[in-house]
């Protein structure tokens, strides 16, 4: 089937919306290729806006490992954002990708990637603007295979109906195997979507939900999850992608023409994290930790801003400071682009894991903004629940380094709502925040230092410790951040150098229901875009009561509510709707640690003690990588310096 572009029908709407830009395609970097060209269509989505999802490395990996392939297309789509949406509509104009403008519904692929399962709602609006069956049952061969992925993927139950199928763990292979499969039944005719389905279920890390039964029991909790043909496997194992330096994508990072959350060049340093936070499902997914070469990561980063022009570079991952070779990494790459003012930026560092030396690379080339921690829990008890090995004095002694060496801002992040936590835990962090003020000023012998204090709501997540615990209420969220607030501001002298920004416990008790709901929860799902719902991940959009009330109305009928999902504590032997996919983590080993965890017992890092038995290294045949190599970062010849041979 061919396709045709709608960039004739969009432009003259395009005068009528806000930031048209992020409609029109055209990034340096992007593709287009000719559409009769190849075998193989896809497009990927981030169900976000523009800015937000341009930026994000999983999608710009994959847009450029399948247009690599000369059978295969890859062009981008994003959320559409309301004003648009509604002339689309008048206008009986389809969702489009951005690259070629052609109508998503023409694809082969669609595949969605979620960071966050507040996108859900925009999932609905793109299909229904796409003219896509919301419901998987009802597409026909004509439809494209709607799949999903990211982080949210590992338990995409809450969308089971709405999709396809669902890609767990990394995506560089999985997408090429995928592509194999589609290329093959279409070469066959492609008339039995069934049977594609069946065939996508075989590749290991791909989830197709309805080859999957599940029955429930008189209690409503989940009786049993089981294939529905022969042929379908029982549990499906997460994909990882070894020797990350055989995998240096983006080579060509896009360069957004709008403006985005993300100014940068970001090369991903490595993938994976040991450390253990209990909290953390990003941690716990993507074991084990694979760190790319120093010298892979100097290449990435002298190919990406040869290809960019941009003058700064995130060095990413889930713990940057502890790459084994970051202050070699920071060094080299400071000392290379210090003529061309090319800075470096880490993510929030880890307080035992910062050095004044470290900060002082990152910030050698550029501004020296604010320091970013994240202590998590305000109390030395809470900090051990949640395996953040800090204490008090490590972050004190830490930040008056900071500000003994000219830094006048440090912004600390917390969570609320922590599994055990009570009033006087959160009251801590005010307690905290003050001696990081008082340490600041006789420390600096000034007084406009400012620590900012972000407080989040925790949410408890599949594949963690925590996929058992109970969710504290919005209300106990918000009555806790109130009386934080107050204790701030009681001390005049010192609450007027610290900030206080957070969010209060309404969107975390929505972000809970989905992230640890069932197939049922689609309904709710459902219902909330139908009244309207939509970029949920954005206050200005988002309605708890909306969410209220379409779970008051869809639940009953199962015999669950919304605290069912949210502030219900799961049993050791329950059925969790999660259970059928394999991220590698041994359900004992996790349960084992929750238990820890209620005990207050800390869990050291496996990168440097005898493995402790989690089950991802065994389990899916993988291996923590990690140097150091013995190597230096090149090329060393320094940029804009006249040198011979240099970038100029």
């Given at each position: 089937m061919t396709s045709h572009s709608v960039f004739s029908e969009l432009e003259p709407l395009l005068g009528q919306v806000q930031k048209p830009i992020q409609y029109v395609g055209g990034e340096l970097n992007s593709t287009v290729k000719e559409w009769d060209s190849v075998d193989v269509h896809w497009a990927l989505m981030y169900p976000d806006a523009y800015e937000v999802g341009v930026p994000n490395q999983g999608l710009m990996i994959l847009y450029e490992v399948l247009n690599e392939r000369a059978d295969t297309l890859a062009e981008r789509?994003?959320?559409?954002?309301?004003?648009?949406?509604?002339?689309?509509?008048?206008?009986?104009?389809?969702?489009?990708?951005?690259?070629?403008?052609?109508?998503?519904?023409?694809?082969?692929?669609?595949?969605?990637?979620?960071?966050?399962?507040?996108?859900?709602?925009?999932?609905?609006?793109?299909?229904?603007?796409?003219?896509?069956?919301?419901?998987?049952?009802?597409?026909?061969?004509?439809?494209?295979?709607?799949?999903?992925g990211g982080h949210a993927a590992f338990n995409p139950e809450p969308i089971a109906d709405f999709i396809d199928a669902a890609a767990l763990g990394d995506g560089e292979q999985v997408v090429g195997d995928i592509t194999d499969v589609v290329k093959a039944w279409k070469a066959e005719g492609g008339r039995d979507r069934g049977e594609l389905l069946f065939r996508l279920a075989q590749i290991p890390g791909v989830y197709v939900p309805?080859?999957?039964?599940?029955?429930?029991?008189?209690?409503?909790?989940?009786?049993?999850?089981?294939?529905?043909?022969?042929?379908?496997?029982?549990?499906?194992?997460?994909?990882?992608?070894?020797?990350l330096d055989e995998w240096p994508y983006p080579k060509k990072p896009l360069v957004p023409l709008a403006e985005s959350v993300h100014?940068?060049?970001?090369?991903?340093?490595?993938?994976?994290?040991?450390?253990?936070?209990?909290?953390?499902?990003?941690?716990?997914?993507?074991?084990?930790v694979r760190e790319r070469s120093i010298t892979g990561i100097g290449e990435m980063v002298e190919n990406g801003l040869k290809a960019t022009g941009f003058h700064e570079v995130g060095l990413l991952s889930l713990s940057s400071a502890d790459h084994s070779e970051i202050a070699d990494i920071t060094k080299g790459l400071a000392d290379r682009y210090e003529e061309s003012k090319t800075s470096l930026s880490l993510p929030s560092?880890?307080?035992?894991?910062?050095?004044?030396?470290?900060?002082?690379?990152?910030?050698?080339?550029?501004?020296?903004?604010?320091?970013?921690?994240?202590?998590?829990?305000?109390?030395?008890?809470?900090?051990?629940?949640?395996?953040?090995?800090?204490?008090?004095?490590?972050?004190?002694?830490?930040?008056?380094?900071?500000?003994?060496?000219?830094?006048?801002?440090?912004?600390?992040?917390?969570?609320?709502?922590?599994?055990?936590?009570?009033?006087?835990?959160?009251?801590?962090?005010?307690?905290?925040?003050?001696?990081?003020?008082?340490?600041?000023?006789?420390?600096?012998?000034?007084?406009?230092?400012?620590?900012?204090?972000?407080?989040?709501?925790?949410?408890?997540?599949?594949?963690?410790?925590f996929q058992w615990a109970s969710q504290a209420s919005a209300q106990t969220i918000d009555d806790r951040l109130a009386k934080l607030k107050a204790a701030i501001t009681s001390d005049r002298n010192l609450g007027r150098s610290i900030g206080f920004r957070y969010h209060d416990g309404k969107p975390s008790e929505v972000e809970g229901l989905l992230?640890?709901?069932?197939?049922?929860?689609?309904?709710?799902?459902?219902?909330?875009w139908e009244s309207g719902?939509?970029?949920?991940?954005?206050?200005?959009?988002?309605?708890?009561?909306?969410?209220?009330?379409?779970?008051?109305?869809?639940?009953?009928?199962?015999?669950?509510?919304?605290?069912?999902?949210?502030?219900?504590?799961?049993?050791?032997?329950?059925?969790?709707?999660?259970?059928?996919?394999?991220?590698?983590?041994?359900?004992?080993?996790?349960?084992?640690?929750?238990?820890?965890?209620?005990?207050?017992?800390?869990?050291?890092?496996?990168?440097?003690?005898?493995?402790?038995?989690?089950?991802?290294?065994?389990?899916?045949?993988?291996?923590?990588?990690?140097?150091?190599?013995?190597?230096?970062?090149?090329?060393?010849?320094?940029?804009?310096?006249?040198?011979?041979?240099?970038?100029?």
């Amino acid at each position: 089937m061919t396709s045709h572009s709608v960039f004739s029908e969009l432009e003259p709407l395009l005068g009528q919306v806000q930031k048209p830009i992020q409609y029109v395609g055209g990034e340096l970097n992007s593709t287009v290729k000719e559409w009769d060209s190849v075998d193989v269509h896809w497009a990927l989505m981030y169900p976000d806006a523009y800015e937000v999802g341009v930026p994000n490395q999983g999608l710009m990996i994959l847009y450029e490992v399948l247009n690599e392939r000369a059978d295969t297309l890859a062009e981008r789509s994003y959320a559409v954002w309301p004003d648009l949406a509604a002339l689309m509509r008048e206008h009986d104009l389809p969702q489009f990708t951005v690259d070629g403008h052609h109508p998503v519904r023409d694809f082969d692929v669609l595949g969605v990637s979620f960071a966050t399962e507040l996108g859900y709602t925009n999932l609905l609006e793109a299909l229904s603007l796409a003219q896509i069956p919301l419901d998987a049952r009802e597409r026909t061969a004509e439809h494209p295979i709607v799949l999903a992925g990211g982080h949210a993927a590992f338990n995409p139950e809450p969308i089971a109906d709405f999709i396809d199928a669902a890609a767990l763990g990394d995506g560089e292979q999985v997408v090429g195997d995928i592509t194999d499969v589609v290329k093959a039944w279409k070469a066959e005719g492609g008339r039995d979507r069934g049977e594609l389905l069946f065939r996508l279920a075989q590749i290991p890390g791909v989830y197709v939900p309805s080859l999957y039964e599940v029955s429930y029991g008189d209690d409503a909790k989940i009786a049993s999850v089981t294939p529905a043909r022969a042929g379908v496997p029982a549990v499906v194992p997460k994909r990882t992608t070894m020797n990350l330096d055989e995998w240096p994508y983006p080579k060509k990072p896009l360069v957004p023409l709008a403006e985005s959350v993300h100014e940068r060049m970001s090369v991903e340093i490595f993938r994976g994290c040991t450390r253990g936070c209990r909290f953390c499902q990003a941690g716990m997914i993507t074991r084990p930790v694979r760190e790319r070469s120093i010298t892979g990561i100097g290449e990435m980063v002298e190919n990406g801003l040869k290809a960019t022009g941009f003058h700064e570079v995130g060095l990413l991952s889930l713990s940057s400071a502890d790459h084994s070779e970051i202050a070699d990494i920071t060094k080299g790459l400071a000392d290379r682009y210090e003529e061309s003012k090319t800075s470096l930026s880490l993510p929030s560092t880890r307080v035992d894991a910062f050095n004044i030396d470290l900060a002082n690379e990152l910030s050698r080339n550029g501004r020296r903004s604010g320091l970013t921690f994240a202590p998590e829990g305000g109390s030395e008890r809470i900090r051990k629940v949640i395996n953040k090995m800090v204490s008090k004095e490590d972050l004190i002694r830490t930040v008056t380094t900071a500000y003994a060496n000219g830094w006048r801002q440090v912004k600390l992040y917390f969570m609320c709502g922590l599994p055990t936590e009570t009033d006087e835990d959160v009251l801590e962090i005010a307690e905290m925040a003050k001696e990081v003020i008082r340490a600041g000023r006789e420390a600096s012998g000034k007084k406009d230092i400012r620590c900012t204090v972000s407080i989040g709501g925790f949410v408890p997540k599949a594949h963690t410790p925590f996929q058992w615990a109970s969710q504290a209420s919005a209300q106990t969220i918000d009555d806790r951040l109130a009386k934080l607030k107050a204790a701030i501001t009681s001390d005049r002298n010192l609450g007027r150098s610290i900030g206080f920004r957070y969010h209060d416990g309404k969107p975390s008790e929505v972000e809970g229901l989905l992230s640890r709901g069932d197939r049922r929860v689609g309904a709710v799902i459902r219902k909330v875009w139908e009244s309207g719902g939509k970029f949920d991940g954005w206050s200005e959009h988002f309605s708890h009561q909306r969410w209220v009330d379409a779970a008051a109305a869809a639940l009953p009928q199962y015999g669950v509510d919304l605290a069912w999902f949210t502030t219900r504590e799961r049993d050791e032997d329950e059925i969790l709707p999660w259970d059928h996919l394999d991220s590698g983590l041994d359900k004992q080993w996790l349960w084992d640690d929750w238990l820890d965890a209620l005990d207050e017992t800390e869990l050291d890092d496996c990168r440097w003690i005898p493995c402790y038995d989690c089950g991802v290294c065994p389990g899916m045949g993988t291996d923590i990588q990690i140097g150091p190599t013995g190597r230096k970062l090149l090329p060393l010849t320094p940029v804009n310096t006249g040198a011979p041979g240099s970038a100029g």
